[in-house]
């Protein structure tokens, strides 16, 4: 059996296992596969303009007007009828008409092929040019739409109809409304789509359209793919962004894999911080995400680091364009006391080995208090871009901008009252959390008693990242700046990101 024959008997098994009328999954009738009585189909399997975009806008049904519910020689019932507004497709290229067809079995048939817009309403669905081209013809209800390649697209019974003669078009652009416009004659209202192409021996002339609507219909029906992008990386933040298309409401999950090792639960960040900057472009504000750079990282040597966002449908990771990024940080001395740290207080922190446990030597440092078991943590009331910190007797400063690097979530702390703001305040909490281990035991550093007070540096937000849209937006090291940043999202729609999910469409 040859190969076309192969491929024609893998459709003909789908249509018999097809799903009734109302049926949601794409499915359909295999080429030339006309509705009994109708003529005689041509089977083709060629698609003649591979890559092209469906079209119309949303969901569409292609069927036949004339044999369908409601058409002329139909079986009865109304144009508007549901079985006329569900899958399987049928191709009706070389149903009986009296125009000359040289490629079709009769030498006349239809041009090309009728498609329904999502709902029988007209002047409501657009059509939109399916290939960059010119428009070389406006009628009274047609247009034509030629591609460089002279392939002539064909667009009938438009209303609302937007361009002109001459006027350069490109891929998506708005050409009218599905309607019913026939120069004063009756038809159903529905798109009929030509392709007129050179063939050899033959000339210009109307070409299978179905098969080349089929491939652009399934492009449609793939669920978008997950995507995201590394917009900032230096040994102060590192930090991007993840979205699911299918998904915009949830905060995705970005995994870093360090030099090739496979990553733990602890190498993870939430997209979930709100950048202004996301919200036009993805229609959706908290899907940023920024962390300290690992202090693991931080012994002096290059490491590369992957970034894959998690797919929640299904698991899969997805890596971000712009990842694998270089990084060298390092190395860091300790200076200071170092303080026992217990597990139980480490998790209450937040902190870990790999987001918080410089690789260093501190056994020489002396042994200070143990650390606090839990954050106890309030914004002042007067200083909006301070907060306190509960050590013990004394509560210790931090700036607001330095939140992130304690693990620390501004949005969720309440004003501190008369209670906190009577304990003494002692020294300023370092501008970071790092731990260090010694002989397995884990410590936190913590600045001597004897140094003299001076509040930590207060690091810009780069990617201007918050839980609300009033973080200023400034560039930092070798961060991207934002309007770097918008490029790239400009620029994932034409690169994406591979995926395979399960398919709506059936063959």
Known sequence: ??????????????????????????????????????GDGRVDEKVYVPGMLFPIEGKAYANSQVYGNGGLYGPGGGQCDAVNYSYPWRD?????????????????????????AETCQKDVHWSVASVDGTITSVGSYSVYLTAEDGTRHDYLHMDSVQVSVGQKVTRGTKLGRV???????????????????????????????????????????????????????DCERIGGHAFDPENPDDALTVEIEVDGLPPTQDHRVVANRHREDLCDVLGSCKHAFLAPTPRSLFDGKPHELRFRLIDPTDGK?????????????????????????DLASRKAWGFSAFWSELPADASSLPVGSPAPKEPLAWLDPSEPARLWVRDGDVRRELPTSRALDWNLDVEGLEAADDAVLELPAGRPLPERAELV???????????????????????????????????????????????????????????????????AAAR
């Open 437 to 503: 281990v010694v002989d397995d035991q884990r410590f936190l550093l913590d600045s001597t008693e004897s140094a003299p007070p001076s509040p930590p540096p207060t690091p810009t937000d780069p990617l201007g990242t918050s839980a609300d849209s009033s973080c200023a937006l400034a560039s930092v090291g070798s961060s991207r700046s934002l309007t770097s940043s918008l490029g790239l999202l400009a620029s994932i729609v034409a690169l994406g990101l591979a995926r395979s999910r399960k398919r």
């Open 1 to 38: 059996m040859s190969g076309a024959r192969r491929s024609l008997g893998v459709a003909l098994a789908v249509v018999a296992m097809a799903p009734p009328a109302h049926a949601q999954e794409f499915t359909y009738h295999p080429p030339g596969d006309l509705v009994p009585g109708s």
């Open 92 to 116: 009706n290229y070389c149903e009986k008409r009296s125009w000359g067809m040289p490629l079709c079995p009769s030498g006349i048939g239809h041009q090309g092929q009728d498609i329904r």
């Open 317 to 341: 990771r997805y890596e971000l364009l712009d990842s694998p990024v270089s990084l060298t940080c390092g190395p860091v001395a300790p200076t200071a006391v170092r303080r026992p740290i």
């Open 179 to 233: 309607s019913n416009n026939f120069g004063g004659t009756a038809t159903s209202v529905h798109l009929h789509f030509n392709l007129r192409q050179n063939v050899a021996s033959l000339g210009m002339v109307y070409v299978p359209t179905y098969l080349s609507l089929v491939k652009s219909y399934e492009a449609t029906q793939t669920p978008p793919a997950p995507r995201g992008a590394v917009e900032l990386f």
